[in-house]
């Protein structure tokens, strides 16, 4: 391996180094279970405040025994406009059936299966009415608590995650008869804030 291949390699894992520090703050990512009774995720999604556009991405496994169809609902305050994309392959080669998405719905889904959903937000309300709905977020300490754990979130964490009425959760419904399955918290957090949920 000569010098100029030694350098490019060593600039290459710099870069790449670099980027997993850096944390772009209007963006997050999900990972949850999708099963009858309720699902759970790992943790919030964490979301800096002060940004005209957010993007989620929630990953999903469906564990045993459910199977069905699946609405996606952007729920609590701040109000959003929400723009749902999945992640189906322009050309399914697989020999086995995949579930599909239309409109907001996810329909076929198996146990065992793996879905990704892209979920655009725009907030309707302005920077000052969003700040209201950042001072109800759980206290740093708590979302902290959940990264020394492996990403799980601690019990108290968790109920402060999802106590407060009106709180913003991504969330997916059984079509036929209304059950939860997944619950995904948003937290919107001071631009200043600390917390890092980096994958």
């Known amino acids: 391996m000569n010098l100029k291949n030694i350098l490019l390699f060593c600039a290459a894992v710099l870069l790449s180094l670099v980027a997993a520090k850096y944390r772009f703050n209007d963006s997050a990512h999900s990972i949850g279970l999708i099963k009858a009774g309720g ?3 790992r943790h919030p999604a ?6 005209s556009r957010y993007t989620l991405i929630a990953t999903a496994a469906v564990i045993p025994p459910y199977r069905g169809d699946a609405r996606v609902a952007v729920e609590g305050l701040p109000e959003m406009d929400a723009t749902l994309y999945s992640g189906d392959p322009a050309i399914d080669l697989s020999p086995y059936p995949h579930p599909t998405f239309h409109g907001d719905t996810f329909y076929g ?6 879905i990704a959903l892209w979920v655009v937000l725009k907030p309707k309300t302005a920077r000052r009415a969003m700040a209201s709905a950042v001072t109800a977020s759980p206290p740093a300490s708590s979302l902290d608590d ?12 968790a109920a402060a995650a999802t106590a407060a009425p009106g709180r913003p959760q991504l969330a997916f419904y059984d079509v036929k008869s209304g059950q939860r399955l997944l619950n ?8 200043g804030g600390s917390h890092d949920h980096s994958h």
């Open 46 to 51: 964490v979301l800096a405040d002060g940004y």
């Open 146 to 157: 959940c990264c020394l754990t492996g990403g799980e979130l601690k019990p108290a964490a």
């Open 184 to 191: 995904v918290p948003i937290v919107f957090r001071g631009e």
């Open 39 to 41: 699902g759970e995720a």
């Open 109 to 114: 889904l198996q146990p065992r299966d793996r």
